[in-house]
């Protein structure tokens, strides 16, 4: 499960060269809970194979008297009646510097890309917000959760929004190994 995740200057900076992103658009910096809005990539309209930020919130909230839907599992979001319809139309990729998951002692903990500042969470978007899909932990994370975020290889990000057949098969893929380290709670700075 991912309820939290961290967006650095330096992941931000990595996810633009990726998408085209209005300057009007002021990024959040920090921790992303729930309920609060973060950057995600998704299909440029005009343009057939280009990509575009913009800003969405973090959750769905699909039915008023429903809590706010953070997750998916990758496992079943393709033919669930609630899901299935935005995982073939409304994908999006959510960059972010890492993501933290929760031992069964209640530490919290930082996982991230070993090699890279920005790692890229399996999504959708709709309505103004959006949900990141999990999977199966793998190694790096399994001792911690037995769920993660379905992170994605820079070169899946494109493919993954653009390309619905491709999106279907990394459904199945094993996520990247993560580092784990305990999280150390401090805004990142922007100088």
Not at 8 to 34: C, D, H, K, N, V
Not at 60 to 76: C, F, G, H, M, V
Request: hydrophobic residues 40%.
């Amino acid at each position: 499960m991912c309820g939290r995740f961290q967006m650095t200057p330096e992941a931000w900076s990595a996810a633009s060269r990726l998408a085209s992103i209005p300057s009007f658009i002021e990024i959040p910096l920090g921790f992303i809970y729930p309920g609060t809005p973060s950057l995600v990539l998704t299909a440029a309209e005009n343009h057939p194979d280009s990509l575009t930020g913009e800003l969405a919130k973090f959750g769905w909230k699909w039915k008023a008297d429903r809590p706010l839907q953070i997750n998916a599992r990758s496992e079943t979001a393709w033919t669930s009646p609630l899901f299935g319809p935005h995982m073939r139309h409304d994908r999006a990729v959510i960059p972010a510097s890492c993501f933290f998951e929760w031992t069964p002692a209640k530490e919290m903990i930082s996982c991230r890309e070993p090699k890279s500042p920005v790692l890229y969470m399996a999504g959708f978007v709709t309505d103004g917000s959006f949900v990141i899909l999990t999977t199966k932990a793998n190694d790096s994370i399994r001792d911690i959760h037995h769920r993660m975020p379905l992170v994605l290889r820079e070169d899946q990000v494109t493919p993954w929004i653009r390309d619905e057949a491709a999106a279907r098969r990394m459904t199945d893929l094993t996520p990247p190994e993560m580092i784990t380290r305990p999280a150390l709670f401090e805004q990142p700075r922007l100088f």
